[in-house]
């Protein structure tokens, strides 16, 4: 995704959680990782968390 590679992660990725990590990432912008973990269901990966930073950058 960061290269502009058009790639559908989305069969990986805990989309149940989609709201939760999104509000959190907002909520909580410039944190670690591990905090923003911290404070999401224990099933939320740090793959998750990273693919929707790097989807919400590209819809600003």
């Known amino acids: ?3 502009g590679m058009d ?3 989305e069969k990986d990725i805990h989309t149940q959680y989609e ?3 999104c509000n ?3 909520f909580m912008s410039g944190a670690l990782l591990r905090d ?3 404070n999401l269901p ?3 990966t740090y793959f998750d ?3 929707y930073i790097e989807k919400m ?3 600003k």
Request: proline residues 0%; hydrophobic residues 40%; glycine residues 0%.
């Open 57 to 59: 950058k590209k819809s």
């Open 1 to 3: 995704m960061k290269h």
């Open 7 to 9: 790639i559908d992660l």
């Open 49 to 51: 968390i990273n693919y």
């Open 42 to 44: 224990s099933e939320v």
């Open 24 to 26: 959190t990432i907002h």
């Open 36 to 38: 923003i973990k911290a």
């Open 19 to 21: 709201k939760e990590i």
